[in-house]
């Protein structure tokens, strides 16, 4: 019981987005997708739905093809990151449409969390950017599907309501053990509740992550030399220096952690301190900093 993404490509204009992308969502699991703007995160997310036919490849559900069995896709659920597509409609004509699609629809369910989070039975227009947001999502939980795929869910919300987003998923989850892809570029959100996260990067999967123990795969260090940061250590393709303060540099070491650290040492620096690892710092130092053009 999983959605299996099996070497799905896809090209746009002659522009490969993504290829031979592979990977499982497990039932109880949140996965996290992260990349740069333009990485081909929407496009993935779009393609793996069915909304977009891939190139090659193809996307199971629960071991069926969901192009070849179309109403195998009452099992998922996907929320695009624009709510203009609710936004033409009152909530009671959202609930017959819902209704209509997916059979396990569960009217109660979503009339109590609306009653809950105080959204009213009015025209959606009407909503905030932030009630938009958080229907949409009330909307696909209330689906039935075991499979939920949120693109940018918490984008440009305000933190009272980015809150209520993450603590209803996560408690949803809990209860009914549904399977969540999310695409998000908050760090600090998808650290608090993915299990994992995957790392779109030059057009495919460059990494998955486990967030148990982000220091297995990248080390953060402030480190002082006497006379200045060596250029040989500069040069290194494993370090990448995220800022400096004087003759105190703040890096990152991502491949050859131990074998790196010696290195540095054999530099005998005034300071060599390793710091607590974010899932931010290991998306600049896989992905580039803020000086980088994507």
Known sequence: MMIDVRNLSKQIDGKVIFEQVSFTLAPGSIVGLLGR????????????VGILLPDSGLTLIDGEDILENPKIKTKLAYVPDSTSFISQYRVKELVNMYQAIYPNFDKESFLGLL??????????????????????????????????ILDEPTNGLDPVINRQVLQFIISEVSKR??????????????????DKVMILKDN????VISLDNTRQYASKLQVAFADGFPEELKNLSQI???????????????????????????????????????????????????????
């Open 37 to 48: 703007n333009g990485a081909g995160k929407t496009t993935l997310m779009r393609t793996l």
């Open 115 to 148: 009653a809950q989070y105080k959204l009213p039975l009015t025209h959606v227009r009407h909503y905030s950017k932030g009630m938009k947001a958080l229907l949409a999502i009330i909307l696909a939980f209330s689906t039935g599907a075991e499979y939920i």
């Open 204 to 207: 495919t999967i460059e990494q």
């Open 177 to 194: 053990q549904v399977s969540i892809l999310i695409s998000t570029h908050h760090m600090d959100s998808i650290e608090k509740i993915a």
């Open 240 to 294: 990448k220096v995220l800022g400096s303060l004087g003759k105190v540099h703040t890096l990152v070491v991502t491949q050859d952690i131990k074998a790196t650290l010696e290195h540095i040492r054999s530099f005998e620096p005034l300071l060599l301190e390793e710091l607590p690892m974010s899932l931010e710092d290991v998306f600049v130092a896989k992905l580039g900093g803020e000086d980088d053009v994507a």
